[in-house]
């Protein structure tokens, strides 16, 4: 008996019982985030010490991948003190506690399409067959790279509430932290303590409920409560520097790179006699970036400093390849060789990515590229010329949709300077087709279609024109193709001419199709607009929460010859659509031409009415209200019947 | 003597023959092999039109070449495999066959290293041939796990036209493990060429697949020298327990004479792999040679190593990782012995005992044939791979009285087994059997718990499996993998269409077999609301105002989802004449064989049906024009489409829409008909229904 009273006395207490959860964080969540605390030490201007407490329960099987185990990384500059865990059923009770064995480390140098890097991971896999449980991780990165200060999202991804959590930063009072907080509640944050040498802050932030994704909203990270972190002072490796402005962050970089531009002379001398050859700078330019895509390729090395130093042009030369800061810089050197300054620019690529902030002087960038300003000549005005110095195939000048429409700082003796790159508007996203239907009595047809892609609507096509295969290609176009039943007879991709301002890619598609038209009865039915129907978007189950984030503005433009099956004839033309909202514009008619043809064309022009930057919720019920009249219009039928001879 | 001229003694007796290789083509006229010496690159490499014939490639493997060797190195046998390889880059978009990452394994002190790695890119240009060195420097080695190390380097100035060459040798303590030879790979091969010189004492078994023919495939016995030496303390003066005295090392060594047995392989001119849709795993098509040693010759005498099913089961059932686990369930009497009381049924009970496994083991997602740890450690950690949930299931299966056994298998991700060939190393994976009264037998898995009981995941339906059983019952047997389950998909449509053509519809819609699982874990994933979301998605114009799941926790009964749908009429109102297409909505939209071609068969896995009933209630005063029925079949059986509209009554339209694949898996020959057939069964399904008034 006493035995038993002492094991009960000495059972330790339930730690994160599922019952003490609110009902309202339940709801349309997976998992719960009981506590997320955050401690970031900031020991010197070259180290910092950051140490993560992280308890989720897991509520059901969909929160188990994602939250039940836990992946850090870590590389030459950030290594890993610590990392402890334990799991806990739904009552709190210990199930198990991780043991050192169980941590697993694994290289990652070929992730992502790099090919060396010095980053690895740790991961723990703590998932339970059911739920509900409770992990808890703790784990301490000690990084000699105070670049990167960490940021703190507690709650980032949907269907995930927040009990709690806190951030706390001590720093040196001599070396004064940065910050950017983001839609913070009322209260969040305290007033700095300054105690001795050392001052702390603290945010905190309260419960919040399960967050749902919905279409076309801007992505959840900007939606939901962040601080991010950046140091004013730090160093790296030795190298000293400021993030007190965009201007000492690039120059910061700029002298990284300082004396790492030298040419072995044979190439200097190659691009010197471009001066003689090329007078007009622009040609000039242009001669400077083939040699660069014709003898060099991309091949990413990051090691230690070597993910934000880059290495010398003289290797590029030698080795023929290097990853974006190696060639951009090699490129830069090139260009100098034949008398035209350029800049290397960082900026944060990638398709639809948000952004730098740009009051926030931080290391937000993912990428490198060159902008070269040109001076004018002749009756060429003065230009900016940007070059993509990783691609082999890139249009001289294009940035696309990896890195147009944002800002990248460039990087100047004078230091950084944050400037806009190339613009894109629907002119330059634009897809222009032409397609004629031969149709035939049972309702099948023969099909050419050619199509005109140009600008961002190119972006793709030619990354599938110059590295995918014949074979490839057809896959794409075919798991593209909105037809129930077809097989393509030929396809053919080709780029425009590369003088054009913008990069276009020419598809010629050749298909034979079976049941195009429906038969009914004596008559056939047929949607004329078979390749280019743009989707409606879904019904809206209660209010629209979020903003609305559109597309990039576009413009299709569609022409369908149809040519009739011998004793067929139209019964009534469908009525020309027009629309015309802030959204964009669509008009589509329908005709005969004069050899019977019959002639449908369709315009849809899709616009930002406020840029890049997302529209209040309020006015989804309206966009969504022009997209389904788009969808409507695009489902226009024509009615087929054959007339008894 | 010394350790290992024991062992390896000349062999005089028990001269069992090398299983040859099978050629996956008869012979023909003696082939010429390629020869190409390293440094030294062709000037017809750099001719345009030798490369004609490939415009499709990004880059070309002119020459592929190993050879394999075994030495001596002190006692211990090693094992040296040397290769070249030179590759035409044709395009830019071929740049990344110029990366090379070469994994090692170490394990115990046991490695592969590489030693003498070199590399050469050429380049023609202004008719010169360029020359670049792979310098030691840009070579590089990662640790990527544990046991694997990953050697990786590329080639310098490559460029389109380059031809990069590249020439290692891997030492491995490994002979256990011989590394397959792949004769083709995902860019097309001009010459691919392997020989192995395999002294007598071991023996390997040799696996041939793929689709492609040999150019050669020689066998040829011979005599080679081994020279082992060992090095050999010796004290002169004093004595060995008193110590003192001068110590000497000296090497012994000795010739030793050996027959050995030279194989070379070689095909020409391969066509590039390439992926297809349904597809179990390109590794299963790939023209490749597997080994896997099968005995060892020891001072004259034959060990079998793997050899047959009675030794491999032999081994696993005296294992730790497997029979160690089978036996040791000790700990689960208690618990199971409360389910042997509740079911007196053995299927039952094995259901019952499966379910308990499943609540308290979570499968990790990895797929092993060995277990890592005890039943007890799985039992307390919750978690395991298959192998430690599986080998769980059957330890406490019999602690529940029911003699269940392993079935060891291959997912179909890892690939087809050969079921001549005994070798463990096909095998990823294991299950339960159950031995049920008259004669049937229970084929159990607790790894996915959208299933019911006796009903595999879909990774598992792979052919065949391998029932282990102890040596004293036999040498075990092949089960089938039969699909116990179909794709089962089933509408039940109640619509009623008034004269503006509006359309509202009651539908009652179920997922079973494995449709059910898969509808299932995006239910899990996704939530009921954003499941129906979803689903409106798909349709232009519906509109979805109620909806209700039912046997969502119930796997043993197909998922059902009841909603109703409204779809407004696109034209306003009232028409004389309405074209509808009742069936367009509820089956698929597109032919899921959209490739004109087929190499490889076509492999679903299980069969499938799905069935479309529709009740369409026409507006007051209105009359159909009836579709035509149809009935389509697939050859032997293969499978049927049939299709029917009636009208029950006046003023009402019955359409059945039927679609059956009987079997899971269609040759690549059958492929124009099942690409045919689902041709016919979607315009059937699209076809337009004329509705008029009277």
């Known amino acids: 008996m006493l035995l038993t009273i002492l094991a009960v006395l000495a059972a330790p207490a339930p730690k994160y019982p599922v019952a003490t959860i609110a009902p309202a964080l339940r709801e349309n969540a997976h998992a719960v985030v009981r506590a997320y605390d955050e401690v970031v030490t900031v020991k010197s201007a070259s180290q910092l010490v950051n140490t993560v407490h992280k308890v989720v329960t897991v509520l059901d099987g969909a929160g188990s991948d994602s939250y039940g185990q836990l992946v850090i990384e870590y590389s030459a500059l950030n290594r890993i003190g610590y990392l402890r865990g334990a799991v806990y059923d739904a009552n709190g009770l210990l199930l198990h506690q991780l043991r050192a064995a ?110 749902d994704e919905e279409p076309l909203a801007p992505p959840l990270s900007t939606l939901l409560p962040a601080v991010r ?97 190696a060639l951009s810089n090699y490129t830069c050197a090139l260009l100098k060789a034949a008398g035209l300054p350029a800049y290397v620019a960082l900026v944060k690529a990638g398709r639809d ?88 009595a049972d309702g099948g047809a023969k099909a050419t279609v050619r199509t005109k892609r140009v600008g961002l609507a190119q972006d793709t096509y030619a990354q599938l024109l110059h590295e995918g295969d014949p074979e490839q290609q057809k896959r794409y176009v075919s798991n593209r193709l909105p037809l129930s039943h077809f097989t393509i007879t030929s396809l053919r991709l080709a780029a425009g001419p590369a003088t054009d301002a913008l990069p276009s890619v020419n598809e010629t598609l050749g298909l034979e199709l079976s049941g195009l038209a429906t038969p009914a009865g004596q008559r056939l039915l047929l949607e004329p607009n078979l390749l280019g129907r743009l989707a409606a978007l879904p019904a809206q189950v209660g209010a629209r929460e979020t903003p609305l984030a559109l597309p990039p503005a576009a413009l299709y433009q569609d022409t369908v010859r149809l040519h009739l099956p011998t004793g067929f004839k139209i019964d009534n033309l469908p009525a020309p659509t027009e ?67 | 003597m010394n350790k290992l001229l024991r062992s390896y003694g000349l062999a005089t007796t028990g001269c069992l023959a090398l299983a040859a290789a099978r050629p996956a083509a008869a012979q023909q006229a003696p082939v010429q092999p390629v020869v190409i010496k390293f440094g030294q690159p062709a000037p017809a490499d750099f001719e345009a039109r030798n490369f004609v014939a490939d415009s499709a490639a990004a880059a070309v493997v002119l020459s592929d070449v190993g050879t394999t060797r075994f030495r001596v190195d002190g006692l211990s046998f090693k094992m040296d495999t040397e290769r070249t390889t030179r590759i035409k880059i044709l395009k830019k978009a071929g740049y990344d066959y110029a990366t090379v990452e070469i994994p090692l394994y170490h394990r115990d002190g046991d490695e592969e290293k590489i030693t003498s790695l070199k590399g050469f890119t050429y380049n023609m240009v202004g008719g010169k041939l360029e020359k670049v060195k792979l310098e030691s420097a840009n070579m590089f080695t990662e640790e990527r796990t544990k046991n694997t190390r990953v050697r990786k380097f590329t080639l310098p100035g490559v460029r389109e036209g380059a031809v990069v060459e590249y020439t290692y040798s891997v030492t491995s303590d490994f002979f256990f493990h011989l590394q397959p030879w792949a004769f083709q790979r995902d860019i097309p091969t001009r010459w691919s060429e392997y020989r192995a010189s395999i002294p007598e004492y071991f023996d390997y078994k040799m696996l041939m697949q793929g689709y492609e023919p040999l150019a050669i495939s020689q066998k040829e016995d011979g005599m080679t020298q081994y020279m082992a030496s060992e090095r050999v303390q010796t004290t002169t003066g004093g004595s060995a327990w008193q110590g003192g005295g001068t110590s000497h090392t000296s090497t012994e060594a000795q010739t030793i004479n050996a ?266 994933e996704l939530g009921e609301k ?19 799941f039912a046997a969502v926790a119930d796997v043993s009964q197909p998922l059902s989802l009841h909603y109703e749908v409204r779809q407004a009429a696109t034209t306003p109102g009232t028409a004389q004449e309405l074209y509808l297409k009742p069936l367009a909505s509820f089956c698929e939209s597109r032919n899921p064989f959209d490739n004109a071609q087929r190499r490889f068969p076509v492999d679903l896995g299980a069969p499938t049906q799905d069935v479309v009933l529709i009740n369409l209630t026409l507006p007051p005063g209105y009359v159909a024009e009836l579709p035509k029925s149809a009935n389509v079949s697939l050859p032997e059986q293969g499978g049927s489409y049939v299709f029917s509209a009636s009208s029950p009554t006046p003023g009402t339209v019955q359409l059945i829409s039927r679609l059956t694949l009987a079997k899971p898996v269609y040759g690549a020959e059958e492929y124009g008909n099942l690409r045919e057939f689902y041709r016919l069964a979607l315009a059937k399904q699209a076809e337009a229904m004329v509705i008029k008034k009277q």
């Open chain 1, 102 to 211: 169980e941590v697993h480390d694994q290289g990652v140098g070929s992730a992502d399409g790099s090919f060396m890097t010095d980053v690895r991971v740790r991961y723990a896999d703590l998932r339970q067959p059911s739920g509900p449980y409770t992990v808890e991780f703790d784990y301490e990165i000690v990084s000699d790279n105070t670049l990167f200060y960490p940021s703190w999202q507690p709650q980032h991804a949907e269907n995930v509430a927040l009990e709690g959590a806190t951030l706390q930063v001590t720093t040196p009072t001599s070396l004064p932290l940065r910050y950017h907080e983001q839609l913070l509640p009322p209260g969040a944050a305290s007033a700095p303590v300054v105690a001795g040498a050392q001052t702390t802050y603290r945010w905190q932030l309260p419960a919040h409920p399960a967050v």
């Open chain 1, 229 to 325: 972190l950046a140091p004013a002072a730090f160093e790296v490796q030795g190298y000293k520097g400021s993030l007190a402005s965009w201007q000492s962050l690039g120059q910061w970089v700029y002298q990284l790179g300082q004396g790492r531009d030298q040419l072995p002379p044979a190439v200097a001398a190659k691009m010197a006699q471009l001066l003689v050859e090329a007078p007009n700078p622009r040609d000039r330019a242009r001669k400077v970036y083939e040699y660069v895509q014709s003898t060099t390729r991309y091949i990413s090395v990051q090691l230690g400093l070597g993910g934000w130093q880059t290495a010398p042009a003289s290797s590029v030369a030698s080795g023929g390849y290097g990853d974006c800061k």
């Open chain 1, 353 to 440: 990515q948000a952004d730098v902030r740009q009051e926030f002087p931080s290391s937000q960038f993912n990428h490198v590229i060159l902008c070269m300003p040109l001076a004018a000549h002749g009756t060429a005005p003065a230009d900016t010329v940007w070059l993509e110095c990783t691609s082999q195939t890139d249009a001289f000048g294009y940035m696309g949709s990896f890195t147009g429409n944002r800002h990248a700082l460039l990087l100047t003796p004078e230091g950084g300077r944050l400037v806009a790159t190339p613009r894109y508007a629907a002119q330059a996203n634009r897809q222009q087709r032409r397609t004629d239907l031969w149709l035939t």
């Open chain 1, 579 to 645: 629309l015309s909202t802030a959204y964009g514009t669509y008009r589509s008619t329908c005709a005969t031409l004069p050899d019977g043809t019959l002639q449908y064309v369709r315009q849809l022009e899709l616009r930002r009415p406020n840029g890049s930057t997302p529209l209040p919720a309020a006015k989804y019920p309206e966009y969504q209200d022009f997209r389904r009249k788009v969808n409507q219009a695009d489902h226009t039928q024509l009615v087929l019947v054959k007339h008894e001879a």
């Open chain 2, 259 to 524: 027959r050995v047995t030279n194989y070379h392989w070689a095909m020409r001119d391969v066509p590039a792999l390439r992926e297809e849709p349904y597809m179990t795993t390109p590794d299963d098509y790939v023209a490749r040679i597997d080994f896997e040693l099968a005995g060892e010759r020891l001072g004259g005498t034959y060990r079998n190593v793997l050899g047959d099913w009675t030794k491999i089961n032999s081994s696993l059932l005296e294992s730790d990782d497997f029979g160690g686990v089978l036996n040791r369930g000790g700990f689960l009497k208690e618990l199971v012995q409360q389910l042997v009381a509740q079911y007196a049924d053995p299927a039952a009970r094995a259901a019952a005992v499966r379910e308990l496994v499943l609540r308290n083991v979570k499968y990790d997602g990895s797929n092993r044939a060995v277990g890592s740890g005890s039943a007890k450690h799985t039992w307390e950690q919750h978690r395991g791979t298959a192998a430690d949930v599986n080998l769980l299931l059957i330890a406490a299966l019999r602690q529940a009285d029911l003699p269940a056994q392993p079935v060891l298998l291959s997912t179909r991700t890892h690939g087809r087994v050969s079921v001549s060939s005994p070798l463990l190393e096909q095998y990823n994976y294991v299950v339960a059997l159950v031995p049920l009264p008259d004669k049937k037998e229970l084929l159990l898995d607790a790894t996915e718990p959208l299933l019911p009981a006796g009903v595999l995941p879909q990774r598992c339906l792979n052919q065949v499996g391998r029932l282990v059983v102890p040596a004293a019952e036999g040498e075990g047997r092949w089960v089938e993998l039969v699909p116990a389950q179909r794709h089962s998909h089933y509408q039940q449509v109640t619509m009623t269409v008034d004269a503006q053509g509006n359309i509202t519809s009651q539908v009652q819609e179920q997922h079973g077999g494995y449709s059910g699982v898969s509808a299932r874990s995006k239910l899990t």
């Open chain 2, 530 to 548: 954003k499941y129906v979301t979803e689903l409106t998605n798909q349709h232009t114009n519906w509109e979805v105002p109620s909806y209700k």
